[in-house]
């Protein structure tokens, strides 16, 4: 059996972090992006089962043995988007080319004014989607993360960005808590952002196909949908190297409809149209793919509880 993801420690340590961020700053971009081979080597050395997890994935999706240089490139770009984070909480998009598709969709759907659910994966920079509010300031945008798995990077991006606590909706404070923020923030108007591809210890997870072979998923992101009653959006922030992103914005549901009497059956298909987006992504972008963990067995703490029962407990309904 495999360890949970919400297991591992976070990496580097607090005085690291912080040195190589004040060490970017002062010294620029093209100083930090330097200092991203050797951290990429470390990492690559010291954590294995992250670079095991990077193995396997890149051999699933490429569908052949993989190299050591293709499993550091996987890691390398996981180092790029979370030192580019430092930037764009730092600096804005000025650095940076951003080009965005379906922003006519996403106009047209924020029109509205029933606020937005934004759904994305651990794919690329969640982080770019913050162009948005510099674009359209009008907007406000709330992003649900759990602050507790990563205090450091936590802490320093709210340094850089003394608002951003503000704009979190923070994962871990538990399902009440969580809805009724969201339901707040889109009753204003607002766009909602989660990704909905991991599932937390001891959340209801259901296995639906995903690059070749069933994988959970949890269904908390769509009964929240569900409540909330408002259009759904795929988003993925992709980077493409050097200062490049793509934003990709994706009409999906309005609304996300569940009915009690079909509970089951409707989880199980909106999981599977939304994995296939997903499935879809990762073959544009395979090292965009920063789940560093064997995702097909992320449930290995967690009962698979396939029952609308266990699907009523998770939302108290």
């Given at each position: ?46 954590r ?28 390398h ?71 507790q ?18 704009h979190?909706?923070?994962a ?102 939304y ?10 972008a ?32």
């Open positions: 059996m495999s360890e949970h993801w919400q297991s591992r420690p976070e990496g580097g340590g607090h005085f690291a972090i912080w040195l190589f961020c004040a060490i970017a700053l002062r010294g620029g971009r093209r100083l930090g992006r330097a200092l991203l081979y050797p951290i990429t080597l470390y990492f690559y050395l010291r294995q089962p992250e670079r095991d997890a990077s193995r396997h994935f890149l051999e699933r999706v490429l569908g052949k043995p993989v190299s050591v240089w293709q499993v550091m490139k996987h890691l770009a996981f180092a790029a988007v979370t030192f580019d984070r430092i930037f764009l909480l730092a600096h804005g998009e000025k650095n940076f080319d951003i080009a965005v598709e379906g922003l006519d969709a996403l106009e047209s759907t924020l029109a509205q004014g029933k606020g937005l659910l934004l759904v994305g994966s651990h794919q690329g920079s969640f982080e770019a989607l913050r162009v948005l509010s510099s674009r359209r300031p009008d907007i406000p945008l709330r992003v649900v993360l759990d602050k798995k990563t205090p450091s990077m936590t802490e320093l991006f709210e340094t850089l960005a003394p608002d951003i606590g503000a979190v909706i923070d871990s404070l538990g399902g009440a808590s969580i809805t009724l923020a969201m339901a707040e923030a889109c009753e204003k108007g607002a766009m909602v952002a989660l990704l909905a591809d991991r599932g937390r210890e001891h959340e209801v997870l259901r296995r639906t196909p995903f690059l070749g072979e069933p994988a959970p998923f949890p269904v908390g992101p769509w009964l929240l949908a569900h409540s909330l009653r408002v259009p759904v959006m795929l988003c993925f922030g992709l980077y493409e190297g050097g200062n490049r992103y793509r934003l990709v914005f994706e009409p999906f549901a309005d609304p996300v409809e569940i009915p009690r009497h079909d509970r089951t059956r409707a989880l199980d298909a909106w999981i599977a149209r994995a296939s987006r997903v499935e879809h992504y990762v073959h544009v395979p090292y965009n793919w920063f789940n560093f963990y064997d995702f097909w067995q992320q449930d290995v703490a967690t009962a698979v509880r396939p029952d609308a029962v266990a699907v009523r407990e998770r939302v108290g309904a």
